[in-house]
T-cell receptor, first 113, second 112 residues
Framework: GENVEQHPSTLSVQEGDSAVIKCTYS??????FPWYKQELGKRPQLIID?????GEKKDQRIAVTLNKTAKHFSLHITETQPEDSAVYFC????????????FGTGTRLQVTL | KAGVTQTPRYLIKTRGQQVTLSCSPI?????VSWYQQTPGQGLQFLFE???????NKGNFPGRFSGRQFSNSRSEMNVSTLELGDSALYLC???????????FGPGTRLTVL
């Protein structure tokens, strides 16, 4: 089955700096890659996703890149702010009718003042 | 639209008991997935239901079961609870496939 590895497990950056979180996946059939943000005590929230027919997607300060050949995708957060502090999860799946999301183990991002 | 809701939010049970958790998806969403979240294992997929049928199942023992009703609401049941079942149980709904899933707030289960 699918296996998703996520690095780093913790990341500390200063406010205003950029943060990058990387994930690799094992199933070459995977074609959907979402990123979730989970603040302490809250539910995971979908912040951005990318499908295998594009290489990059941006939404304000957040961007995701996908390299299908290398089977890895990354989340980029620019101009980080304290409210970006949270645990971020990547995930991968196919989009067939019997698909499931396989999650990475999470990255705890701390944005310091 | 109202978001995904889960009840109860907190549960305390003892070993050997059973528990039933409920999930109401976003209106119009027909796919409901369940996950177990623990500090050590992250988010682990339990199962996914669509139109009252289980379409996919994760690697959990048969003590974990679920069902979906005609209104898309879903329940999961854990029988013969073990200490290791203590976790946050999250459900997520999506329109038809597993992409663009939206999570509920979770049920925090503590097994003593």
């Amino acid at each position: 089955g699918e296996n998703v590895e996520q690095h780093p497990s913790t990341l500390s950056v200063q406010e205003g700096d950029s943060a990058v979180i990387k994930c690799t996946y094992s199933d070459s059939a995977s074609n959907y890659f979402p990123w979730y943000k989970q603040e302490l005590g809250k539910r995971p929230q979908l912040i951005i996703d990318i499908r295998s027919n594009v290489g990059e997607k941006k939404d304000q300060r957040i961007a995701v890149t996908l390299n299908k050949t290398a089977k890895h995708f990354s989340l980029h957060i620019t101009e980080t702010q304290p409210e970006d502090s949270a645990v971020y999860f990547c995930a991968a799946s196919t989009t067939g009718t019997a698909s499931k999301l396989t999650f990475g183990t999470g990255t705890r991002l701390q944005v310091t003042l | 639209k109202a978001g995904v809701t889960q009840t109860p939010r907190y549960l305390i049970k003892t070993r050997g008991q059973q528990v039933t958790l409920s999930c109401s998806p976003i209106s119009g969403h027909r796919s409901v997935s369940w996950y177990q979240q623990t500090p050590g294992q992250g988010l682990q997929f339990l199962f996914e239901y669509f139109s009252e049928t289980q379409r996919n199942k994760g690697n959990f023992p048969g003590r974990f079961s679920g069902r979906q009703f005609s209104n898309s609401r879903s329940e999961m049941n854990v029988s013969t609870l073990e200490l290791g079942d203590s976790a946050l149980y999250l459900c997520a709904s999506s329109f038809r496939r597993v992409d663009e899933q939206f999570f509920g707030p979770g049920t925090r289960l503590t097994v003593l």
